[in-house]
């Protein structure tokens, strides 16, 4: 029987399944964090990956974005053979590793900046999942970066092909931040009831929503209607701040953090555009000591790895 994962050490993830880490999530009831972070540029600490940073800062749960899967380059990182990169980075912080795939075709990218530019390792194949599997990856979002055009057609066509083929080996998380391109699909049409129950039937074992206040027309009322009805479908929930609010100040995450708490979630996902590369560092700390108090901060941040 799995532990709670605010009570988990490095030696329970390693050996933890997919079954394992869902029921350690939900047992922690809403004092789970996932940190956001970006590989392939500069880190903040220069010779330290952005993912040892927000371990050290709280962070239960690592989720790479931009990481490409043909191409895996994690700045900061020691030597390592291209296969190895996401183990390393588990070995050195001792936390599950989810990575961002894009469910976008080829030449249908919409417009957005060079940072963000699709590479064929980002894209949300089958190929790509299942070389992400090969290197240690314990979860999968379906997401949309700024700009993008992932739609949740695509996201739902790309769980049903993932939970045939992938579904029982790594947990599954589908959903959106902010329209990512698809005007249609903005404010309250970002993800609805209905994508819930498509999403959830398409095999999505975790649901992702923005969090209240960080798109315009998201309230708690609204996030925490999808959250119950995620939970009445077996599924767990994720609410995400993926607008670079969490390069606000302090007073504003904190608030973040209650509100997300009031929805009833069970993950909090911070962003990695706190400058560019992860969230603040001392947001992370304060949005932990909201949902969780100093104690179960300060225990996740002393943990050695070697436990």
């Known amino acids: 029987m799995a532990k709670r994962m605010l009570d988990c050490y490095a030696s329970d993830f390693e050996k933890y399944t997919k079954v394992d880490l869902l029921e350690s999530i939900a047992k922690s009831e809403g004092r789970v964090i996932a940190c956001e972070t970006i590989g392939s540029i500069q880190p903040m600490l220069g010779d330290v990956t952005n993912a040892e940073f927000v371990s050290a800062m709280g962070a239960d749960i690592l989720l790479l974005n931009m990481f490409d899967v043909k191409n895996?380059?994690?700045?900061?990182?020691?030597?390592?053979?291209?296969?190895?990169?996401?183990?390393?980075i588990k070995q050195l912080t001792g936390r599950p590793v989810g990575i961002n795939l894009e469910p976008v075709d080829a030449g249908k990218e919409g417009e957005t900046s060079s940072l963000w530019k699709m590479s064929e390792g980002r894209r949300a194949t089958l190929e790509n999942?299942?070389?992400?599997?090969?290197?240690?990856?314990?979860?999968?979002?379906?997401?949309?970066?700024?700009?993008?055009g992932v739609?949740?057609?695509?996201?739902?066509?790309?769980l049903s092909l993932y939970r045939e083929k992938l579904g029982d080996k790594m947990i599954l998380a589908a959903g959106k931040m902010h329209a990512a391109g698809i005007l249609e699909e903005s404010g309250e049409h970002i993800i609805t009831k209905e994508d819930?129950?498509?999403?959830?039937?398409?095999?999505?074992?975790?649901l992702l929503f923005p969090a209240p206040a960080t798109v315009p027309g998201i309230t708690v009322e609204y996030i925490r209607e999808l959250v119950t009805?995620?939970?009445?479908?077996?599924?767990?929930?994720?609410?995400?701040?993926?607008?670079?609010?969490e390069g606000a100040d302090v007073n504003t995450i904190r608030q973040i953090a209650l509100m997300c708490k009031?929805?009833?979630?069970?993950?909090?996902?911070?962003?990695?555009?706190?400058?560019?590369g992860?969230?603040?560092?001392?947001?992370?700390?304060?949005?932990?000591?909201?949902?969780?108090?100093?104690?179960?901060t300060y225990h996740r941040m002393a943990a050695s790895i070697h436990r």
């Open 262 to 276: 009031m929805t009833g979630t069970d993950i909090h996902h911070l962003g990695d555009t706190g400058y560019t």
């Open 151 to 158: 739609s949740n057609e695509g996201i739902e066509k790309t």
């Open 196 to 206: 819930v129950k498509r999403f959830r039937k398409a095999g999505a074992d975790i």
């Open 72 to 88: 895996p380059k994690i700045q900061g990182l020691p030597e390592v053979n291209p296969e190895d990169t996401v183990r390393l």
């Open 278 to 296: 992860m969230s603040l560092p001392e947001n992370i700390q304060a949005y932990s000591i909201a949902i969780r108090g100093l104690r179960h």
């Open 129 to 148: 999942a299942r070389r992400a599997y090969e290197m240690g990856v314990d979860m999968i979002l379906l997401t949309g970066n700024p700009g993008m």
């Open 229 to 245: 009805y995620s939970h009445s479908l077996g599924a767990l929930a994720m609410t995400a701040i993926g607008t670079s609010q």
